[in-house]
Nanobody, 123 residues
Framework: QVQLVESGGGLVQPGGSLRLSCTAS????????MGWFRQAPGKEREFVAA????????SYADSVKGRFTMSRDNAKITCYLQMNSLKPEDTAVYYC????????????????WGQGTQVTVSS
């Protein structure tokens, strides 16, 4: 089993920044693909970003390209989502996911999920 715990959410003004973290425990973390998803009230969960185990491949949703940056530190068994130039439409609960397969992770079919952290962008 793998347990994922997100942190770093909060309230931020439009144009501001936040950095989310996702720390894993349990099974070996290093070779897992990691992903970030978000779900706004009344909307379906959507893909935000994913990174392979070496960090050599990273994917982003079009809506966050150029504003969000995903990274990972395998020594700390943690991945990050640096969010800049935040907009009110970025308001959502952000979830971390992990899986062995990159395609499955991007598609939202990851085996492991965190409980989520709330991000609110408002003035």
């Amino acid at each position: 089993q793998v347990q994922l715990v997100e942190s770093g959410g909060g309230l931020v003004q439009p144009g501001g920044s936040l950095r989310l973290s996702c720390t894993a425990s349990g099974r070996t973390f290093r070779r897992f693909v990691m992903g970030w998803f978000r779900q706004a009230p009344g909307k379906e969960r959507e893909f935000v970003a994913a990174i392979n185990w070496s960090g050599s491949t990273i994917s982003y949703a079009d809506s966050v390209k150029g504003r969000f940056t995903m990274s990972r530190d395998n020594a700390k068994i943690t991945c990050y989502l640096q969010m800049n130039s935040l907009k009110p439409e970025d308001t959502a609960v952000y979830y971390c996911a992990a899986d062995d397969d990159y395609t499955a992770t991007v598609a939202g079919r990851g085996d492991y999920w965190g409980q989520g952290t709330q991000v609110t962008v408002s003035s």
